[in-house]
């Protein structure tokens, strides 16, 4: 999917404003038997992220106040950076866990 920065300034606006109503309507939807209100909710929220600059830029104020919300945010809208830093803590790890092994230790800090 292109950059949002490619794309024709209504599109994103529409597209902002689809996503704005889907996150409005994901309580209405959770009334609904069933997860659906997470996923509309989820759809709203992939909508705004990828096409307003200021919601990025919001969202990673907010991942860097609530690193726990970031977390789960990344991990369930399946971003990238979340992939990369899940490799890279396993790495880290294994590293650790190697250096433990051939008798270096690690001084508390």
Known sequence: ????HA???L???TLVVTGFVLIAA?????????PGGIF???AGLVLVLQNATWARRHFARLKR??????HYADMALRR???RRRQMRAKEAE???AEAEMLGFRQDPR
């Open 1 to 4: 999917m292109p950059r949002s």
């Open 7 to 9: 794309r024709s300034p």
């Open 11 to 13: 599109l994103r606006t």
């Open 26 to 34: 994901s309580p209405l939807v959770g009334i609904l038997p069933g």
């Open 40 to 42: 509309v909710f989820a």
């Open 65 to 70: 106040r609530w690193p726990r919300f970031g």
């Open 80 to 82: 990238r950076s979340f």
């Open 94 to 96: 294994i590293a650790r």
